[in-house]
């Protein structure tokens, strides 16, 4: 089992920047690519972002390439995502997930956390 908590989420202004992260414990963090996804009311969950296990590769959703990042530290066992140049289309409840194989389908994830709110106010 991997358990995963996510902080950061909050209300900002269009054109700021939020910093997600999600703190990982259980099973051993660095053997799991990691991946942040996020739901709006009304819609299906969408890939964001995701991180291989060493870092060593990335993949980004078009609607955020540019302006998000994301990164990890194995040896704190957390996942970043840097968000800027936020936009009111970005909000979002954001989750971050674990799988052992790198990939952005989240049917494919295995761990998830429980999420936090991201709202950007226009």
């Known amino acids: 089992q991997v358990q995963l908590v996510e902080s950061g989420g909050g209300l900002v202004q269009a054109g700021g920047s939020l910093r997600l992260s999600c703190a990982a414990s259980g099973r051993t963090f660095s053997n799991y690519a990691m991946g942040w996804f996020r739901q709006a009311p009304g819609q299906e969950r969408e890939s964001v972002a995701a991180i291989s296990w060493s870092g060593g590769r990335t993949y980004y959703a078009d609607s955020v390439k540019g302006r998000f990042t994301i990164s990890r530290d194995n040896a704190k066992n957390t996942v970043y995502l840097q968000m800027n140049s936020l936009k009111p289309e970005d909000t979002a409840v954001y989750y971050c997930?674990?799988?052992?194989?790198?990939?952005?389908?989240?049917?494919?994830?295995?761990?998830w956390g429980q999420g936090t709110q991201v709202t950007v106010s226009s």
């Open positions: 997930a674990a799988n052992l194989g790198f990939g952005s389908d989240p049917r494919k994830y295995t761990y």
